[in-house]
């Protein structure tokens, strides 16, 4: 089992709409769980971090967490064609450091 | 503010040869850490620094190697280079881990390719 999951890609949704990105983790002692975008040929850009069950929202962003369910998600609402990036989902626990990535999940918007 | 900086952008080697990446993290960073980005492997974490001092280790052979220097910026040290050695070399920083979880920025990487 990966430690990391996330769901399989690519996704494509139309301008607009609402994306939805999903994630599950192995480790229960996971603390902290954040979500990277990653334009082709470019560095990972932190988009959104959350630390405790529920919902964080920030912009047209909002990362929903279950630790009970080991399950993490990010829903982009109003999606558009600058959105399309791979999404990658990394979890963390404080006393290692160590990001542990999923294998990212393609998202494109089309007009 | 400056976000990681990273150097030298691209970086061609032979196999056998030694690279040296460069990293300066965002001001007032002091942990450091090293990922390898190759195809088809996703983004593996290398090493962590913080204070001058290795404090984690990823899944990788002795001749990943690195230093932090006192004023936080940080060298990844690679020996002896393999084919598979080729990758996006990306370094990050974060405030002092210590005081809870700290997220992580990352600079545009260092692209290293094996001849």
């Known amino acids: 089992q990966k430690e990391v999951e996330q769901n399989s890609g690519p996704l494509s949704v139309p301008e607009g709409a609402i994306a939805s990105l999903n994630c599950t983790y192995s480790?229960?002692?996971?603390?902290?769980f954040f979500w990277y975008r990653q334009y082709s040929g470019k560095s990972p850009e932190l988009i959104m971090f959350?630390?405790?069950?529920g919902d964080k929202e920030d912009g047209r962003f909002t990362a929903q967490l279950n630790k009970a369910s080991q399950y993490v998600s990010l829903l982009i609402r109003d999606s558009q064609p600058s959105d399309s990036a791979t999404y990658l989902c990394a979890v963390s626990i404080t006393s290692y450091g160590k990001l542990t990535f999923g294998q990212g999940t393609i998202l494109t918007v089309h007009p | 503010e400056a976000g990681v900086t990273q150097s030298p952008t691209h970086l061609i080697k032979t196999r056998g040869q030694q690279a040296t990446l460069r990293c300066s993290p965002i001001?007032?960073?002091?942990?450091v850490y090293w990922y390898q980005q190759a195809l088809g492997l996703g983004l593996q974490f290398l090493l962590w620094?913080?204070?001058?001092?290795?404090?984690n280790r990823g899944n990788f052979p002795p001749r990943f190697s690195g230093r932090q220097f006192p004023n936080y910026s940080s060298e990844l040290n690679v020996n002896a280079l393999e084919l598979e050695d080729s990758a996006l070399y990306l370094c990050?920083?974060?405030?002092?881990?210590?005081?809870?979880?700290?997220?992580?920025?990352f600079g545009d990487g260092t692209r290293l390719s094996i001849l």
């Open positions: 620094y913080d204070e001058g001092e290795e404090r």
């Open positions: 001001s007032g960073h002091t942990s």
């Open positions: 990050a920083s974060s405030l002092e881990i210590g005081t809870g979880n700290q997220p992580q920025h």
């Open positions: 959350i630390y405790s069950n």
């Open positions: 480790d229960r002692g996971s603390q902290s």
